[in-house]
Every structure is written in structure tokens, then in C-alpha cells.
């Protein structure tokens, strides 16, 4: 059963810390009877809906703390008028970013609208320009925006300050997509446009039910708007200390099931985590790489991790977000490498893995935030090396780096199966071998073990 739709300060109620709100004063604009189309009846529709909503404009803007974090509040009242965007809503919205960016606050879209407001024409369709723009001065300025969908959010607020915040929540069963339900196809499958399948689709970060906003949306605020920290710290090795001995017995290390993965470090590394999910161009990889933000001594730091299995090009996509994110707001990002590779399916050639990758190149050359990254399983190829920091990479005694996995260079150079091991050696892909080349800047030790430099 669907939970009833919240009224604007409802929602600011749900979220807000007791009596936290304070209203935004709000420009007003005198545009004449009946609208500036002089659309009939616009007025008697206006006074309808402030009679019944008790506000005299779809968004209610304000400032308040959620679980102690101070922000900006841009909660939409779909009972009036639809939740739907006119001249009054830009002028509200404008000048509650501006609030927001002098006082350095986060803002937080609560978004439930239909669209723009037809009775005020392309004057009304033009105020997606101006949210655009408060929205860009606004990540300009390195301050965080993190969108919570509720029921429905459709058309224009969708496609701004839904899909352009930094980070987007959506509320279970809440209907999602940029066609309403009275303008879809006759054939078009409602299941697309639900919360859910954004999610799947790499288009929102998260589900979260209505009941858990407040804990969840507290956390976004305190790692995001919290203090950075200077440099991502270099975890201890969780698996061996030894260094292996030849180059296949380091690939059969990297290769064990038993070999702590990603999630055992970043459980190590953070006390608490909050993820991002999505590419936001129709794919995700949650399987392949895991991305967010957690907190390490009190301070935040933002993690990009390999699982193990071959990244796919959403994965890349994804870690490229996080890291242009992070440098956005100035915090310092943490890549574990562990993967056989890209995945060079057909698949995944049709979903731009060759771009995929560049961009995340791209990325992490362009960080102006300190990366660093740590090996800690499989290195293959240019799929690993995309997310490792130049300069600054380590790796733990049961990994390995290598242009190419030992089978396929043997295969290449059309050598017998008995000879992969040997080629290994050849390609010195061991940790010690990777500090002597000058490829990674060391091999870690455990939490009491010395780091081989």
C-alpha cells in the first residue's frame, strides 16, 4: 500500500530537527489578472489551491538542521497546482540557492511536481533555465546538493533539480521519470517510471523508505558537508604480509577466494559509509565497483573500489562521477584496484568501454584532490590502471599489476600452457618487483607491519 503523499512541511517536519525551521523570505511579483497569459480562471485556480494547501506558492524554502547539519530546504507542495513550476517558484528558488551560497550551506531539493505550469506558458518552461543555472553557480561554489524524490516527480523538476543534484534519493514507490502518467504512450510500462528502476538504471543513487529519510539524508549532510580530510590514508594489508616468490605465485594469490576484497577494506577504513549508485547516462555496476563517500577519524574521505570481477563501462562512469565529485568539494579520494580487467564483451563495447575508460583517465589526471590508491587483489591491464593515482600507488603482498594477464601474453606470443607461468616471471608483475620499476610506490604491511618502500 502506498504511504499517503506528504504535504510540503510535512516532509520539512519529517526531516527537520524540533523547530530547526526557519522560512526564507521570498520575492513577490505582481504579474497582472489571471497570470501573465491572462489565462482565465488562473486566479480563482491560485486562490483554490492556497485555500486548500494553506501556501501561496508550490515550494516552501527555508533553512533548517538535519541530524545537526545546517541546510537549505526546497520542499514542493504538489497540492498546489501540481507541485508545478511558474514565475513565483523561480523567484523563490533563485533566491533560496542565493541564500544558500552566501551562507555555504547545502541545499536539499524535496521534489514532488508535475512539471512546469502550463497557465504561465514558456514563461514558466524558461524557469528550468534559471534552477540550471542556480544549480551550476551553486557546485561551482563546492557546495553539495542532494535531491530526495518523492511521489511524483516528473518533467522539469525531474530533469533539473532532480537529475542534476550531486546526489539523488529517491522515496520507495514514488513514480520517477520525465513523462507524467497523463502524457505517457497508451503502451508504455508504468514499472519504468518508478524510484526503483531509476535506481537500476544508474539515474538515482538510492531507494529509501519514507521512515528512514531523516537518518539517511543526516548522514548525506554530515560527510558531505563535513571536514575533508587532507589525504586519503593508506590502509593496512588485511591478507599475507609475505612477499610472494614468483610472479604466478602472485597471481594465484590475487586470484584466491579467500583473499580479503574491497568491502573488508572499506569496512576497516571507514566507521561509517554512504554510497552513490549510477552513471546517470542509463547504467550502473554495482557488482563491479563500489563507490561513496565515509568517514575516517571524524573526517571524510571518498572511496572508488574495485570487487574482483571485470569492471564494466558504468562502473567506470560511475568512479569518474565520484572522483569529479569529490574534487568539487575538495575531498580527498581513496581507489582500491582489484579487477582481471574491463570487460570486453560485445556488450560492453556497444556501452562505450574504451570511453568509459578514457574518462575515468581523464578524472583522475584532472583531480586537483590528493588520490591514493592501494592494490589489493588483481591488477589487469589498462582496466586497473584507470583508477590507480599516479604517483601514488601501493599495493598489498597478495596482489599484482600486469600490462596483461600471464595466459594472454603467453597466448599472444603463441607459447604452450606449460609456459604461463614462466611468462609471469617475465612480465614481473610481483609487488617488489613494481617498487624496484618504479610503478607503485610500495608494498603495505599489517596494522603492527612495516610498509616495504
Known sequence: MTERRLSAREVIERIADDSSFTELPHPERDSGPDGPLSWQGYDASHARAAERTGEDESVVCGTATVAATRAVLLAFEFGFLGGSLGERTGDRLESAYTYARAHRLPVVPLVATGGSRMQEG?????????????SILTREAGLPQIAVLRD?????????LGAGADVTLA????????????????DADPAAYTAEAQVATGAADAVVRPEELRGVLGRWLGVLAGPPAREATVPHALGAHDLPGTGWDAVRRARAAQRPHAEAYLD??????????GDRCGGADPDGILCGFG???GRTVAYAAQTGT????AGYRTAARLIRLADRLGIPVLTLVDTPGAANDAEAERQG?????????GAVAGARVPITTLVIGEGGSGGALALAAP??????????FSVIAPELAAAILKRRPEEVEATADQLRIRPQDLVELGVIRGVVGGPSGESMA
Open 122 to 134: 514558456m514563461l514558466a518552461l524558461t524557469q528550468l533555465q534559471r534552477v540550471a543555472r542556480q
Open 295 to 297: 568517514a575516517h577519524d
Open 268 to 277: 576497516a577504513c571507514f566507521t561509517s559509509r554512504v554510497t552513490i549508485s
Open 391 to 400: 604517483g601514488n600507488t601501493w599495493a598489498t603482498p597478495d596482489s599484482y
Open 353 to 361: 568501454v574504451g570511453a568509459a575508460i578514457a574518462d575515468l583517465f
Open 152 to 160: 511524483p516527480t516528473t518533467g522539469g523538476g525531474w530533469a533539473t
Open 310 to 313: 571485470a569492471t564494466r563501462p
Open 171 to 186: 522515496l520507495r514507490g514514488a513514480q520517477v521519470g520525465f513523462a507524467g502518467s497523463r502524457v505517457r504512450p497508451p
